[in-house]
């Protein structure tokens, strides 16, 4: 089992960057893939990236790609979220999640642990 702690979250303007963390415990995070989600007020929780255990392939959803990047530092236990060229629409609360296995995957439902989320605020 794994234990994930997001930070990082915080208010920002639009165009400002944020870098998410997410500190995982309890089994090395090298044992699974990873990937973040958010969830705006009153919408589904979304895919937002993901990567495989070795950081390489990742994935992107259509609305943050060319502006957020996934990585992973397996020694430290660690994955990220960097955020740039903020939205007001990226506002959310947003969720580190883990997969068994070494393969990613862009489907809520295929992930076996998560956060408690941190919130991501975008002022215009």
């Known amino acids: 089992q794994v234990q994930l702690v997001e930070s990082g979250g915080g208010l920002v303007q639009a165009g400002g960057s944020l870098r998410l963390s997410c500190a995982a415990s309890?089994?090395?995070?090298?044992?699974?893939?990873m990937g973040w989600f958010r969830q705006a007020p009153g919408k589904e929780r979304e895919f937002v990236a993901a990567?495989?255990?070795?950081?390489?392939?990742?994935d992107y959803a259509d609305f943050v790609k060319g502006r957020f990047t996934i990585s992973r530092d397996n020694a430290k236990n660690m994955v990220y979220l960097q955020m740039n060229s903020l939205k007001p629409e990226d506002t959310g609360d947003y969720y580190c999640?883990?997969?068994?296995?070494?393969?990613?995957?862009?489907?809520?439902?295929?992930?076996?642990?998560w956060g408690q989320g941190t919130q991501v605020t975008v002022s215009s």
């Open positions: 990567t495989s255990w070795s950081g390489y392939p990742t």
């Open positions: 999640a883990a997969r068994r296995g070494h393969v990613s995957s862009l489907v809520r439902g295929e992930y076996d642990y």
């Open positions: 309890g089994r090395t995070v090298s044992s699974y893939a």
